[in-house]
């Protein structure tokens, strides 16, 4: 399989996309979108505040943001822009 191939079949298997933030207090986030069953979900993706070292748990957890999308011109399309930290990291 060369590298177009390889290319093409990530490109379908593609979901959705994240952009990382970093909030007024340092702490970092990231915002984006996926996709499912031809649906859009908007999402927030924030560090486990609560992992120990040497445990199973999940690293981020992914949420739903279900506030208003706001327009941008920035190339997000309807991304939207966190101001401040929704949870504490």
């Known amino acids: 399989m060369n590298e177009e191939q390889k290319n093409d079949e990530w490109k379908?298997?593609?979901?959705g996309a994240l952009w990382a933030h970093t909030s007024k207090a340092g702490n970092t986030y990231s915002t984006g979108y996926v996709e499912l069953d031809g649906k859009r979900l908007q999402v927030i993706v924030l560090k486990n505040k609560y992992k120990q070292k040497g445990e199973r748990t999940p690293d981020a957890r992914?949420?739903?943001?279900?506030?208003?999308?706001?327009?941008s011109d920035s190339g997000e399309g309807q991304v939207k822009q966190v101001k401040?930290?929704?949870v504490p990291i």
Request: proline share 12%.
């Open 12 to 15: 379908e298997r593609e979901c």
């Open 62 to 71: 992914i949420y739903v943001d279900d506030r208003p999308a706001k327009d």
């Open 84 to 86: 401040e930290d929704p």
